[in-house]
């Protein structure tokens, strides 16, 4: 996975116009059926060859919205990206 959106999201579609692999879709596409947007992790690269960092955060009005999950393995992530900043958003499992 790459970017995340978490339920802060209050749903402004700033992220979606700035996404140049068209990885976001709105509350209505969520395919886990929650009102927020949601990032396709198989399709999002955290605009590594697109832009400096990514242009969703960057467009986001809302803070603490779009955090950062664990890189797969073969996927493309951002190297300035520290892993405390990855796992510090993670759902904690019980």
């Known amino acids: ?10 749903n402004c579609g700033a992220c979606i116009d700035e996404c ?3 990885a976001i879709v709105d509350d209505e596409d969520n395919p886990t059926g929650e009102e927020i947007y949601y990032v396709y992790p198989d399709k ?3 605009c590594v060859g697109y832009h400096d960092e990514p242009a969703c955060a960057t467009a986001c009005p809302t803070e603490g919205c779009i955090v950062w999950d664990v890189c797969a393995e ?11 900043a990855r796992t510090e958003h993670q759902p904690v499992v019980e």
């Open 74 to 84: 073969g996927a493309t992530c951002r190297d300035d990206i520290s892993e405390e």
């Open 20 to 22: 140049p692999v068209e």
């Open 44 to 46: 999002c690269v955290e």
């Open 1 to 10: 996975m790459a970017v995340l959106i978490t339920d802060t999201c209050i």
